[in-house]
């Protein structure tokens, strides 16, 4: 809407359907937040994430310190790695009440995760191909702790994403996560120290234990938004790399690969 | 369902009342960083018409909404440059010092949006639980509060887009982030008032078109102000359906 879109190309059909096309993505983004609320994290990579070999090897899911890039390091880390946590998580509680069984039906047992979206901002190619959008999550992470009470905490997030169209649906192409806040519920964030000891962010050392393909800082949360990554999407004719949410959309990439 | 509308008329406003959801995002997202040079040059009608009000007052036209918010914002930003940039050598580095002061996250919930029957016009309410933090300070520790609005926001839609007309801010509650408990605080206030009260506001040097208070924050002693009304259907901008009414 910054630029002036060429609304003057399309013809009636086109332009109701590019406004039903922004309703698809607000609402797969939705899905999205019930997915991982559901702690359905496999489902969320097969049904909304991009499907043809095409798109699958430069998908990518970022994070403040990198990427995960291909779908296959997105899944090693994002249902896997999430996998295998959750079922340390389910051991050590079995360990301490035999109550609750040692199934995976119960995987996320004590735990709950809502990443609820909002602050919609989505912008439609002109060539009606792609897609890019920002959201708002003002979040909340909940997990039973072994031997101790749950550990529960704010999360609050920018999202930034892209989109293609595969077979007539939208899916989810790039997506970066950038964390602004997190800290430990009823514990007041003016307390928390500028500088946090290295290891101290539970989202970082969860999003390096996965060990991702490009590993860079992309946002640095202590100096807010001065970084202006990710930034708004822009009115835009046709998808290109380097204006994307993939890594090569970094305005820091190329330092990256020279490294 | 208008059905008295033709169906291009309809496609019309249907992209109306996506631009209006647009366009309050992209305030949002350019306001959390402090983007308001650019919020104002890019998504704003110029007119003499343009209007942005909070509880202390409204500039109206353009040209002092733009004093109000860009020049006086960016002032407020640049102290907070000065006082970490010896604090954390990062800042020196950074390309634009105005992220520095605050992020602003207004997250937008609750839509209600109208777009008017004459296409030359939308309006849009919603309501907002927002998060202000920063990890620069001086004394080096986070700052973070939670704050609670409403919004009333009006659109234009001019020489064959759609623009920001007015906006009416309500703040309702605001305490800090995770630690507040906001009726409490203003019950507190009210039968231990800090000594000597707060400071007065001075209205003359925020040149004011409309002196405030136009919405007073939550407090345990009055109903609740609905001074935002959500939009009902219309059929044209006037002074029954506008958050800024003209004089």
């Not at chain 1, 994070?63 to 890039?69: E, F």
């Not at chain 2, 906001?182 to 507190?188: A, E, I, K, Q, R």
Request: charged residues 25%; proline residues 6%.
């Amino acid at each position: 809407m910054t630029k002036k879109l060429s609304k003057s190309y399309f013809t009636e059909d086109e332009r109701i359907l590019r406004v039903w096309d922004i309703e698809d993505i607000k609402d797969l983004m939705a899905r999205r937040g019930f997915y991982i609320a559901s702690e359905m994290h496999r489902e969320e990579l097969n049904d909304l994430w991009v499907t043809s070999p095409e798109y699958r090897k430069t998908a990518s899911l970022g994070s403040n310190l990198g990427y995960y890039v291909g779908m296959d390091d997105i899944a090693n880390y994002y249902v896997v790695k999430h996998t295998e946590d959750r079922q340390k998580l389910l051991d050590a509680c079995c360990a301490a009440n035999p109550a609750v069984k040692n199934h995976r039906d119960n995987l996320g047992y004590g735990c709950m995760t809502f990443h609820p979206v909002s602050t919609a901002l989505v912008v439609l190619s002109d060539d009606g191909h792609t897609a890019r959008g920002n959201w708002y999550v003002i979040g909340q992470d909940s997990t039973w702790q072994p031997g101790g009470p749950a550990s529960c905490r704010w999360s609050n997030d920018k999202l930034a994403v892209d989109f293609v169209k595969e077979n007539g649906k939208w899916k989810i192409w790039h997506l970066v996560i950038a964390n602004d806040i997190q800290v430990e519920a009823s514990k007041t964030l003016n307390d928390k120290p500028t500088i946090a000891p290295p290891g101290s962010d539970p989202a970082e050392v969860e999003f390096n234990a996965g060990d991702p393909t490009v590993r860079m800082l992309t946002h640095n949360k202590v100096l807010n938004w001065s970084d202006n990554y990710p930034t708004e999407p822009e009115a835009y004719f046709h998808f290109d790399d380097k204006d994307s949410y993939g890594p090569e959309g970094h305005p820091k990439y190329e330092k990256y690969q020279e490294k | 369902m208008k059905k008295h509308l033709t169906l291009s008329q309809r496609i019309h406003n249907a992209e109306g009342a996506q631009a209006a959801e647009f366009l309050h995002a992209k305030h949002a997202y350019l306001h959390a960083k402090a983007h308001e040079k650019e919020e104002y040059s890019e998504i704003w009608t110029r007119s003499e018409d343009a209007s942005w009000a909070h509880s202390f007052g409204r500039w109206r036209g353009w040209k002092n909404v733009w004093w109000g918010h860009v020049a006086n914002y960016n002032l407020i930003y640049l102290d907070v440059y000065r006082q970490m940039y010896d604090l954390v050598p990062e800042v020196a580095f950074l390309t634009d010092f105005r992220s520095l002061g605050e992020l602003a996250m207004h997250s937008l919930s609750t839509d209600i949006i109208e777009v008017a029957d004459d296409g030359q016009s939308a309006r849009a309410s919603f309501l907002t639980p927002g998060v202000i933090s920063s990890a620069l300070h001086p004394e080096m520790k986070w700052k973070g509060f939670v704050l609670w609005e409403r919004y009333g926001a009006d659109f234009v839609f001019e020489d064959g887009e759609w623009k920001y007309l007015h906006e009416q801010v309500c703040p309702d509650l605001m305490g800090p982030f995770d630690a507040a408990n906001s009726g409490m605080d203003s019950y507190n206030r009210l039968v231990n008032p800090p000594a000597g009260g707060p400071p007065p506001m001075d209205t003359n040097a925020k040149r004011l078109q409309d002196i405030g208070p136009l919405h007073n924050s939550y407090t345990t002693v009055q109903t609740v102000q609905n001074t935002v009304p959500w939009p009902e259907p219309y059929v044209t901008m006037d002074n029954n359906n506008t958050y800024t009414q003209k004089l």
